[in-house]
């Protein structure tokens, strides 16, 4: 039977994972032009929410109605016009005015026959990654002629496009400032690197900005890292002129693979390894993979992490703690910034009837390793590394899981093991959620590091 076709408005997000506090930077104009020439597509919106103004309490939201639909486009002769306004901080948070203006508007615009695709050319401050979060969870209600709901009902994520300077963004990924000392947001402690890192871990495109000024062995090792954050993303050197944009970013948009994660947002137990990243080292950059069947010891972890802020691109994975037994860790860093995370219980500890409705693909996974006494428990990380010894990696990571003695009382006597010392014991998560960190994985809450 042939599945039903699709009505969903489609979206295409812009990112931009610069960090460049100045306006006009050359990814952001980059960026600019590339949602200019989308507008020569009939049907086509371009969304803009600019947070210039934000030290006064505002946003200004701006809407670029494009080439009509029907008009020859051949002719190029076409008057793109704009609409602007002025918005305020809904009780101070950007997150929550962003959403309580773009998802209904959204909606609205889905709803109109002379929209064929929208276009959200998003501000540096917000993660992609985010934004697609609302738009599938979170409820719009109140919109005229539609029932109350997530504005994923109305629209679809056709793909996220990020980019990228060549120039800086190496740099930024494995560097510690924080947006805030940066001059991007006074108040927002994410990293630099997290926002560099994770802009380009979600994209399903990326256009790389600044290329003809890196050549040789700078742009192959920026490559290899790109190819192994995101093996099925096409990636474009955006060398061509303004003319050739449109037919480019078409390209690259038809270049997107069928499977690409189009804003999904994949929960801590999904595969660590996606679309097959090659293994090998390449210009001194590698993947490090790390597994192990018994726990981490949490005071000897948290002084092993130190290895992970120095030639590493991203660390992420779960984790087993020998004082949490029962809460699986979710552990991410982007350069200097650790992000330390609950991410649910272990299936052994789920009653039976809620193991069963977990996630088929998990259960599959936890069956191939089943423990008889501690079940699905291990450790399961990936490091990306791009100046860091991988060796050293290894070593410091082995070091901090229990040895056998203490292997032993974990299996014997875990009101002992309980007593240690648990750095990682303080849970944070932000009510308001007004920073974009919060959503990746699904299901993880934050945790304050203490670095």
């Not at 889905?110 to 992609?128: K, Y």
């Not at 990326?206 to 954050?229: H, K, N, P, S, Y």
Request: a negative charge.
């Amino acid at each position: 039977m042939a599945a039903p076709p699709e009505r969903r408005t489609p979206v295409v997000l812009l990112a931009d994972a610069s960090n460049e506090a100045e306006p006009g930077a050359p990814v952001g104009a980059g960026l600019a032009r590339t949602a200019r020439a989308m507008l020569d597509t009939p049907g086509t919106v371009v969304i803009r929410h600019d947070l210039t103004a934000l030290r006064e309490g505002i946003v200004h939201r701006t809407v670029w109605y494009g080439t009509p639909i029907g008009h020859d486009v051949a002719n190029p002769a076409v008057d793109h016009h704009a609409v602007t306004s002025v918005h305020e901080l809904a009780h101070g948070c950007v997150s929550c005015t962003l959403r309580a203006d773009l998802l209904p508007l959204l909606c609205l615009l889905a709803t109109r026959d002379s929209v064929r695709r929208i276009v959200i050319a998003l501000d540096p401050a917000f993660e992609a990654e985010a934004v697609c979060h609302a738009i599938e969870h979170v409820p719009v209600v109140g919109v005229a002629g539609r029932v109350d709901g997530p504005a994923g009902r109305s629209v679809r994520i056709e793909a996220v496009v990020t980019g990228l300077d060549a120039r800086t963004w190496l740099s930024d990924a494995i560097g510690a400032e924080t947006l805030a000392e940066r001059g991007l947001g006074p108040e927002d402690e994410r990293t630099v690197a997290q926002v560099a890192v994770g802009q380009v871990e979600f994209a399903d495109a990326v256009l790389v900005f600044g290329g003809q000024a890196v050549a040789g062995a700078d742009r192959a090792r920026l490559t290899a890292i790109l190819d192994r954050l995101i093996p099925q993303a096409p990636i474009d050197w955006a060398h061509g002129s303004v003319i050739e944009e449109q037919a480019r970013i078409g390209r690259l948009l038809a270049c997107v693979p069928a499977d690409s994660r189009r804003g999904r947002i994949f929960g801590a137990h999904a595969p660590l390894l996606r679309g097959r990243p090659p293994l090998h080292t390449e210009f001194g950059v590698t993947l490090v993979e790390f597994a192990a069947g018994r726990p981490f010891h949490p005071a000897r972890l948290h002084d092993a992490l130190d290895v992970l802020f120095e030639g590493v691109v991203t660390a992420r994975g779960r984790v087993w703690l020998a004082t949490q037994p029962d809460e699986v860790v979710w552990l991410e860093s982007a350069g200097g910034g650790l992000r330390v995370g609950n991410a649910g219980p272990w299936l052994a500890v789920l009653p039976p009837e809620q193991a069963a409705a977990a996630d088929p693909d998990r259960r599959a996974l936890a069956a191939m390793r089943w423990d008889e006494h501690f079940g699905d428990r291990d450790v399961s990380l990936t490091v990306l590394v791009c100046d860091a010894d991988p060796d050293e990696i290894r070593h410091a990571l082995h070091w901090a899981l229990v040895d056998d003695a203490e292997f032993h009382l974990v299996r014997t006597a875990p009101e002992v093991v309980a007593q240690w010392d648990d750095p990682f014991g303080d849970w944070h998560e932000d009510p308001c959620e007004t920073t974009e960190s919060t959503v990746t994985p699904q299901g993880v809450q934050d945790r304050k590091a203490d670095q």
